[in-house]
């Protein structure tokens, strides 16, 4: 019997000794028996644990730390409405997310011309020249300053220099977005079966009722802008623009003001002399030609004139 004693008390000191070996035995059941390991914070993560590596830290990087948990670990900053901490992007009106130079290149808020959002441009006359494409119909002539009266001359849609250079032309805003209140448009001139396209700006001011444009080229004959020229300098403004059809008209009827007709009033005080522009969205197969001579193309409005300009700085050389 004392023999036996002995043996259980050595097994007993053995058993609560300092170099117990469970110790190494854990880290085998994380790795081994658990498939994981050890992460950043000394915490069994992966295999079968079910704890996510390092999913104990803060948003500042400390295990187990008290770091606000916000949404950009900053009592001082925010996200914007498109998830940048910091970020400068606002919803605007028509609750889209733009930053201030997304706006800028894309020149796209969601509103159409009449400031609707997602709007169809039939609730301002602004927004009525965006509808068909505008084809140069008519263009009359008064010797007053306000077009009173019967006028002195009519001229038909194709026009003809004395050079011999014949044409007539339609103005495109349709796929054309406004830039800074600029509205932005495609002129295409036809002459003699060859197509030529323009791009401009059209800016609309004093309650939508003036048009201003830019430039291709000046008196001199000399190109004034290539795409784009914001230089006001380089406009004329009609008097005023009357549309056949009104968006009023296109509430109970759309189809009114996608086959309209407007007209531009140009008045030139200085010269006491006032036009009448006519535009239509009906193809005209008029066949009269209306010549015109070099003496007779300051008559015109300037945004026509520049089409004799045109031609004259390239085919009368």
Not at 33 to 60: P, Q, R
Not at 98 to 123: A, K, P, V
Not at 176 to 183: A, R, V, Y
Request: hydrophobic fraction near 30%; proline fraction near 1%.
């Amino acid at each position: 019997m004392s023999f036996v004693i002995i043996i259980i008390i050595l097994l007993s000191v053995f058993m609560n000794s300092c170099d117990n070996p469970l110790t190494k035995e854990q880290e085998q059941d994380c790795t081994i028996d658990l498939g994981g390991f050890y992460d950043d914070c000394e915490i069994c993560s992966g295999g079968i644990t079910n704890h996510v590596a390092n999913s104990d830290k803060d948003c500042e990087g400390e295990c187990f730390g008290s770091a606000s948990l916000d949404e950009c670990c900053d009592d001082n900053e925010t996200q914007d409405c498109a998830g940048v901490c910091g970020g400068d992007s606002e919803t605007n009106e028509c609750g889209n997310c733009y930053s201030d130079s997304e706006i800028d290149d894309n020149l796209e808020t969601g509103q159409d011309l009449c400031g609707i959002c997602f709007g169809d441009n039939t609730s301002c006359n602004k927004g009525l020249l965006t509808k068909p494409i505008w084809e140069f119909k008519q263009i009359q002539f008064w010797n007053n300053d306000n077009c009173h009266g019967n006028p002195y001359y009519t001229m038909n849609d194709n026009m003809c220099l004395d050079s011999g250079v014949c044409f007539n032309y339609t103005l495109d805003f349709t796929d054309k977005k406004e830039d800074f209140g600029n509205l932005i448009f495609e002129q295409n001139i036809h002459s003699n079966n060859i197509l030529y396209q323009r791009n401009g700006i059209w800016n609309i001011i004093n309650a939508e009722l003036c048009l201003s444009y830019c430039l291709f080229y000046d008196i001199d004959n000399s190109e004034v802008c290539d795409e784009y020229d914001y230089n006001t300098e380089n406009w004329e403004c009609y008097n005023s623009i009357d549309f056949q059809n009104n968006y009023f008209d296109c509430v109970s009827d759309i189809s009114l003001c996608d086959n309209n007709s407007a007209e531009l009033l140009f008045s030139d005080e200085t010269q006491g002399v006032c036009s009448k522009e006519i535009l239509d969205t009906e193809i005209q197969n008029n066949t009269e030609m209306n010549l015109i001579s070099s003496e007779d193309i300051n008559m015109f409005p300037l945004h026509i004139k520049n089409i004799f300009l045109y031609f004259q700085n390239n085919f009368d050389k």
